[in-house]
């Protein structure tokens, strides 16, 4: 059995749930790790069930890694879009390095390794953005649909 990866990015949806702590309208602040200049795959549900539907009887999406994204933004882009999508101000809260970050977030005396979705298609496509966690250690925001043929 096949299965196929549907990389679809960081789902749109879930920007305003408090687990993220990204977007606070009482406080009216957009709140980041890192320096907001990183791009990264934003998607909607809605897109990302259109797209899997579409590679799930695709023959030659078989055993492979499909990627998506409804849209390639910063996280300082992504700040001025729902600013300008909601019409109201937002204060940038830089929150620290992505390195603060991941000591926050990994127990003392882990650490990210690279590793691939799929590293065959990976490899083969030639794609940087196939590694879930890049070789510089920043972590990629993806969500995988997996498809098994």
Do not use: I
């Not at 305003?16 to 990264?40: A, H, I, K, L």
């Amino acid at each position: 059995m096949a299965t196929t990866s549907v990389l679809c990015g960081a789902f749109l949806e879930v920007l305003n749930m408090p687990f993220y702590q990204w977007v606070d309208w009482e406080t009216g602040t957009f709140s980041y790790w890192g320096d907001g200049d990183r791009p990264v795959d934003f998607s909607t549900y809605a897109d990302t069930a259109e797209w899997t539907v579409e590679a799930a009887p695709d023959p030659s999406a078989a055993g492979r890694t499909v990627r998506v994204a409804g849209d390639v933004l910063t996280l300082k882009e992504l700040h001025q879009a729902m600013e300008r999508g909601s019409g109201r101000r937002l204060e940038a809260r830089r929150l620290g390095s992505t390195d603060d970050q991941r000591r926050r977030v990994l127990p003392a005396g882990h650490e990210l390794t690279p590793r691939r979705a799929n590293q065959e298609s990976a490899a083969a496509e030639d794609d940087p953005r196939g590694a879930l966690v890049r070789s510089d250690g920043s972590a990629e925001m993806t969500t995988s649909v997996l498809l098994a043929a």
